[in-house]
């Protein structure tokens, strides 16, 4: 079928190494942030959120930071491992004034080499 | 583990031919959306539905329709399949404000 839209950046990771994924979103109003994880053969799968009212927030091996000033989201993911071979996708939603509706960032594709 | 189910995992269907793609969620949520991604590339989305009788067009032109008669069905139907049609559909629930719950997607090639 007919392709829409850019190939996904791709990142290179040696296992154990730490890894960062970055995100430009294009909507000020954005008031909430996802990332997700995607496997190869499956959907997207939630890693973390934040909320715009936050600069940072930690998970399990896994930190997001924003900063609005310049409208950047990062993904950091501590000791990265194999399993975390996927494709990452951020995602911007202006809840409290749209209606509700999640815009994809293009992902980036993470290879983690063993 | 998600519960919302997408069938078929692959279809390959002929040209020409109506197919449907089918989508049900068990968690009760009034959001429902297709995504349509090609291998390695965004998620555009393609319908979406805040409700049962509610349905709207997505970002990406689709020649495909959607229905939402009950809350936990959303199926997606194309009345004549194209090769340009082929692609992965992707069925997602839920709040953008607690994020999306997302099924393994409907792989189709249309030949």
């Known amino acids: 079928g007919e392709s829409v839209g850019l190939h996904l950046p791709t990142l290179s990771v040696q296992e154990g190494d730490n890894s960062i994924i970055n995100c430009a979103y294009s909507?000020?109003?954005?008031?909430?942030f996802i990332w997700y994880k995607q496997e190869s053969g499956k959907g997207p799968q939630f890693i973390i959120d934040?909320?715009?009212?936050?600069d940072k927030r930690q998970g399990q091996r896994v930190t997001v930071l924003l900063n609005k000033t310049v409208k950047h989201l990062s993904l950091q993911i501590a000791a990265t491992q194999p399993g975390d071979s996927a494709v990452y996708f951020c995602?911007?939603?202006?809840?409290?004034?749209?209606?509700?509706?999640?815009?994809f960032g293009p992902g980036t594709s993470l290879s983690v080499i063993p | 583990e998600a519960d919302i189910y997408q069938t078929p995992r692959y279809l390959v269907i002929g040209t020409g031919k109506k197919i449907t793609l089918e989508c049900s969620q068990t968690?009760?949520?009034?959001?429902m959306y297709w995504y349509q991604q090609d291998p390695g590339m965004e998620l555009h989305l393609i319908h979406y539905?805040?409700?049962?009788?509610?349905?709207e067009k997505g970002d990406l032109s689709s020649e495909s329709t959607v229905s939402r008669i009950r809350t936990e069905h959303f199926p997606l139907t194309l009345e004549s399949a194209r090769p340009s049609h082929t692609s992965q559909y992707l069925c997602?629930?839920?709040?953008?404000?607690?994020?999306?719950?997302f099924g393994s997607g409907t792989r189709l090639t249309v030949v």
């Open positions: 539905s805040y409700g049962v009788n509610s349905t």
């Open positions: 934040i909320r715009s009212n936050m």
């Open positions: 995602a911007e939603n202006e809840y409290e004034t749209s209606y509700d509706k999640v815009i």
């Open positions: 909507n000020s109003a954005s008031d909430y």
């Open positions: 968690m009760g949520h009034d959001k």
């Open positions: 997602a629930s839920g709040s953008g404000l607690y994020g999306y719950t």
